[in-house]
């Protein structure tokens, strides 16, 4: 089974603070993605990395930036936090493949005061 | 611009059949997912289709029909586990997946 895990379930946050979003996979997918998801919208694709050290942006890449050093892990960061960031934040890989099944992270719920 | 539609809500009742449809306008197609979501869990893959036509898998069923744009989720023996969200997701000509904002299913006794 693929594992794809999240470093936090529940993370609050304060205006101006750095934060930063942890993902790991277990199956040595080349692919991953980061997501927000917000009532009402369907999911937004911030950043996504086809290979270690490289990384595409998404559709709101503004705010964020991310970080792929190693093939299994995917960092998110948020440079200096702000209310319009509260979100759940979801993490998703895949093997490259004609089908390319994202697999998900359980999200984190990220709430910035 | 690059849309997916689908249902905010829909309401069915345990054993009946229900069918969730999905219409989008997206740059080019490389297949459409359907994805389920329980409230607070992780989304989790249902099936593919890239070719027009039905996919069945047990209790659901997926069609596509490409030339237009549609395609639909059938769920047959409604179970109350099946109460989710169902997100609908095309893969455009750039290989990105555009995403629904999902329609929540409820099941009634």
């Known amino acids: 089974d693929v594992k794809v895990t999240q470093s936090s379930r529940y993370l609050v946050k304060r205006t101006g603070e750095k934060v930063f979003l942890e993902c790991v996979q277990d199956?040595?997918?080349?692919?991953m993605f980061w997501y927000r998801q917000d009532p009402g919208l369907g999911l937004r694709l911030i950043y996504f990395?086809?290979?270690?050290?490289?990384?595409e942006k998404g559709d709101i890449p503004e705010g964020y930036s991310v970080s792929r050093e190693k093939k299994e892990r995917f960092s998110l960061i948020l440079e200096s936090a702000s209310t319009n960031q509260t979100s759940m934040y979801l993490c998703a890989s895949s093997f490259r493949s004609d089908v390319d099944t994202q697999y998900f992270g359980p999200g984190t719920r990220l709430t910035v005061l | 611009g690059q849309n997916i539609d689908q249902p905010t809500e829909m309401t069915a009742t345990e054993g009946a059949i229900v069918q969730i449809n999905c219409t989008y306008q997206?740059?080019?197609?490389?297949?459409l997912f359907w994805y389920q979501q329980h409230a607070g869990e992780a989304p989790t893959f249902l099936s593919y289709n890239v070719l027009d036509g039905l996919e069945e898998k047990g209790r659901f069923s997926s069609f596509l029909s490409r030339s237009k744009g549609y395609s639909y989720l059938l769920l047959k023996e409604l179970q109350m586990k099946d109460s989710a969200s169902y997100l609908c997701a095309v893969r455009d000509s750039n290989y990105q997946l555009i995403w629904g904002a999902g329609t929540k299913l409820i099941i009634k006794p």
């Open positions: 997206t740059s080019g197609f490389n297949g």
């Open positions: 199956m040595d997918h080349e692919n």
């Open positions: 990395s086809y290979d270690v050290k490289m990384k």
